[in-house]
Nanobody, 115 residues
Framework: QVQVVESGGGLVQAGGSLRLSCAAS????????MNWHRQAPGKQREFVAG???????NIRDSVKGRFTISRDGPKNTAYLEMHDLKPEDTAVYYC?????????WGQGTQVTVSS
């Protein structure tokens, strides 16, 4: 059963923008935080941005000022707004939802930034 689904990835030119969406199943109760990670080819997965149930956010330094995370709590949905994209942002972007029981991961969405 797929419980976290990402969407919104694609191919964009450098300097462009994308908006990623992450929808967590309504069967996941009491989500404390939703987070975006990314993994580029040949590299380890890294944290990009996270948002808590209270709305506090944490953004990776290398994307601060370009990426924004937001959340629609009642809908268990999180968004990652990405602007001024760079080729080094190319990666598979994964979303997770964390509650008191476990971490739920999505399958990822590909973001490719051409120079």
């Amino acid at each position: 059963q797929v419980q976290v689904v990402e969407s919104g990835g694609g191919l964009v030119q450098a300097g462009g923008s994308l908006r990623l969406s992450c929808a967590a199943s309504e069967t996941i109760f009491r989500i404390s935080s939703m987070n975006w990670h990314r993994q580029a080819p040949g590299k380890q997965r890294e944290f990009v941005a996270g948002i808590s149930s209270s709305g506090s956010t944490n953004i990776r330094d290398s994307v601060k000022g370009r990426f924004t995370i937001s959340r629609d709590g009642p809908k268990n949905t999180a968004y990652l707004e990405m602007h001024d994209l760079k080729p080094e942002d190319t990666a598979v972007y994964y979303c997770n939802a964390i509650n008191y029981q476990r971490t739920y991961w999505g399958q990822g969405t590909q973001v490719t930034v051409s120079s």
